[in-house]
C-alpha cells in the first residue's frame, strides 16, 4: 500500500470511529447535580502546570476554561472564544478575532488576556494584540494546523491575579476545591454559550470503584471513570458502559538519551540501544492485550493508532524473541548488561500487571527488568529526577489531528517542544516520517492503544465521548434536574 493513500484510509476510519451519545433526550431539564467519580487524583487546577494525572485535570478544567478553538468528534474545528481565524505568509502568521466572551469574575475577554495566556506556553512565539479583540501569532516555522493545536486543553485561556488565583470564562466556576479529594463547580449563569442544564457537576478523585460496587453505592452518581480490569463484572450485570476507540497509549520511555553527559558518578547510564531494541522485541504486546488489557485496546507499534493515521501497520512490533536474543548476545560482547529498572504509576494496577508481564517477557531474551511503582512518573519535571532507567506511561490521545496529536505525544514524552517539528508537517507522509525517526533508536518503545471506559447511570443524557475518549460535557444533563 502506497503511503499516498494513507490520507483516505484514515479518514474513513475516523468516521467509523465516531462517538456515541449516550441516553440523548429532545427535552433536556435544567438544575440538579451531576455526580462523577474520577480514578485519579491531582493536586492542582492550572491547565498549564505539570501535574502527576494531567488527564483528570483536563476533563475537570475544559468545564473552568475555554480555549480559543474546539475539534469535535470528527476532527473538525469550530470557533470557541476565537469567533474567526486567517493565515498568512505561508502559515507563519496567523490572525485571531475573539468574540464577546466574559470571565467568570464578569470582566470582559480582551486581547491583552489572551496574549498573556498564550505568551506563557509560546517558546519562540510572537503573539500580540492588534486591537482590543484581535490578536496576531507569528512562528518561527509554519504551523498548518495552529486552529486545531490551540484547540489542547494546554492553550486554554487563563486570566491570572497578582495573588495567584486563575478565572476562565468556562460553563462553570469552582464552588469548591479540595486538592486530591473533590472538585464542586457551580453553573456560569452568564456564560457566553448559554447556561450549563445542571446546577453543579461534582468531581470526586482517585475514586475505586470496588466498595461503591460491593455495596451498591453507584446510585446516587452519574458517571463513573473505569479501568479495563473492572469493565466484566459491570457487562456481565448489564450495566450502561461507554468506550472510546483504543486511543491511549501505553509506553515504554528510556530516560536517559544516549548522548547524555554524566554530572555525577551516580548518574544512571543510558542503556544500550541493542539491550533497548532486543527488549522491544521481547515484549509480546499480543498477551498483554488479550490477557491484562482483556482486549480492550490493540498492540502498538506506533506512537498514534492505527485508526487514525492509517500508517502503524507499516512500523514493526511484533515479538520476535530469537532477534531479542540475538541483539542481547551482541551488546553483552561490548557493554555490561545491567538490570534495567523501569518505574510505573503505583495508583494503576493495569500499569502494574503490564510492568510485570514486560518483566518476564524481557527475562525469556536473558534481559532483567525490575518493575517499581512511583508517584510521580507522568509529571515531566520531577520524572527527571527518578532513580529509573525507564518508565511505563499511558499518554492520551489528544487531538484527532495527526500532527497536532503526534506533537502533544512527543511533548508528553519529553522528547519535542510542542511548537517544534511536528506541527510544520504538512503531509501525513510528513508525520509518518517524524514518528519514524522518533521510534528509530527505541528510546520510546509502544507497548499497546488502550479504550477509556466510563460507566453511566440511567439518569444521564447527552453525555458525548469523543473517539479519543474525551469528554464533552457542555449538553449533559440529569433526570435528578428541576
Keep these: 500500500m502506497k503511503l499516498s493513500r494513507l490520507q483516505s484510509i484514515a479518514a474513513a476510519s475516523l468516521l467509523i470511529a465516531l ?46 476554561y475555554d480555549t480559543l478553538t474546539e475539534v469535535d468528534s470528527e476532527g473538525r474545528v469550530h470557533p470557541r472564544l476565537a469567533s474567526s481565524w486567517s493565515a498568512e505568509a505561508n502559515n507563519r502568521i496567523w490572525l485571531f478575532n475573539l468574540r464577546l466572551a466574559n470571565f467568570q469574575d464578569g470582566s470582559l475577554v480582551t486581547a491583552p488576556d489572551v496574549v498573556s ?38 492553550f486554554a485561556v487563563v486570566k491570572r491575579g497578582s495573588d495567584n488565583t486563575s478565572t476562565g470564562s468556562g460553563p462553570y466556576k469552582i464552588s469548591e476545591w479540595q486538592p486530591g479529594e473533590r472538585v464542586l463547580l457551580s453553573a456560569n449563569e452568564d456564560y457566553w454559550g448559554g447556561r450549563p442544564y445542571p446546577d453543579a457537576i461534582e468531581f ?35 450495566q450502561n458502559l461507554q468506550l472510546s476507540r483504543p486511543s491511549d497509549l501505553l509506553v515504554l520511555l528510556f530516560l536517559h538519551p544516549d548522548n547524555q553527559v554524566a554530572s555525577s558518578r551516580q548518574a544512571r547510564k543510558p542503556v544500550d540501544a541493542r539491550v533497548r531494541e532486543a527488549l522491544s522485541n521481547a515484549i509480546n504486546r499480543a498477551a498483554i492485550n488479550n490477557v491484562i488489557l482483556q482486549k480492550r485496546g490493540i498492540p502498538a507499534s506506533g506512537i498514534l493508532p492505527q485508526w487514525l493515521t492509517g500508517y502503524e501497520f507499516l512500523f514493526p512490533g511484533g515479538t520476535n524473541l530469537d532477534r531479542a536474543k540475538e541483539l542481547r548476545s551482541e551488546a553483552a560482547g561490548l557493554v555490561i548488561i545491567n ?20 518483566a518476564v517477557d ?94 453511566l447511570n440511567s439518569t444521564v443524557h447527552n453525555w458525548l465521548q469523543a473517539p479519543t475518549g474525551e469528554w464533552k460535557l457542555d449538553q449533559v444533563w440529569s433526570e435528578g434536574g428541576k
Design 362 to 455: 524481557a527475562r525469556e531474551a536473558g534481559i532483567v527488568v525490575q518493575p517499581f511503582g512511583e508517584a510521580h512518573i507522568a509529571n515531566k519535571s520531577a520524572r527527571a529526577a527518578l532513580n529509573a532507567d525507564a518508565v511505563l506511561l499511558r499518554l492520551p490521545l489528544q487531538s484527532l489531528q495527526p500532527a497536532v496529536a503526534l506533537a502533544a505525544a512527543l511533548d508528553d514524552l519529553g522528547l519535542s517542544d510542542p511548537t517544534a517539528a511536528p506541527l510544520n508537517a504538512g503531509r501525513l507522509e510528513d508525520v509518518f516520517e517524524l514518528e519514524g525517526r522518533t521510534l528509530a533508536d527505541f528510546r520510546v518503545i509502544p507497548v499497546a492503544h488502550v479504550s477509556q471506559a466510563v460507566w
Design 117 to 154: 495566556s498564550l505568551t506563557h506556553l509560546s517558546q519562540g512565539w510572537k503573539v500580540t494584540a492588534i486591537d482590543k479583540q484581535s490578536i496576531r501569532i507569528e512562528v518561527p516555522v509554519p504551523i498548518a494546523h495552529m486552529p486545531e493545536l490551540l484547540a489542547l486543553p494546554r
Design 339 to 358: 538490570p534495567i529498572a523501569l518505574a510505573y504509576d503505583f495508583s494503576d494496577p493495569v500499569a502494574k500487571l503490564v510492568a510485570e508481564r514486560i
Design 19 to 64: 462517538a456515541t451519545t449516550a441516553g440523548a433526550s429532545s427535552r433536556p431539564r435544567y438544575g440538579g447535580t451531576v455526580r462523577i467519580l474520577l480514578h485519579d487524583r491531582f493536586s492542582s487546577l492550572d491547565p498549564m502546570g505539570d501535574e502527576d494525572h494531567p488527564a483528570a485535570r483536563d476533563r475537570v478544567t475544559a468545564l473552568l
Design 204 to 238: 470526586q478523585l482517585g475514586a475505586s470503584l470496588r466498595d461503591q460496587l460491593l455495596e451498591r453505592q453507584l446510585g446516587r452518581y452519574s458517571a463513573a471513570e473505569l479501568t479495563v480490569d473492572q469493565l466484566r463484572p459491570l457487562e456481565q450485570s448489564n
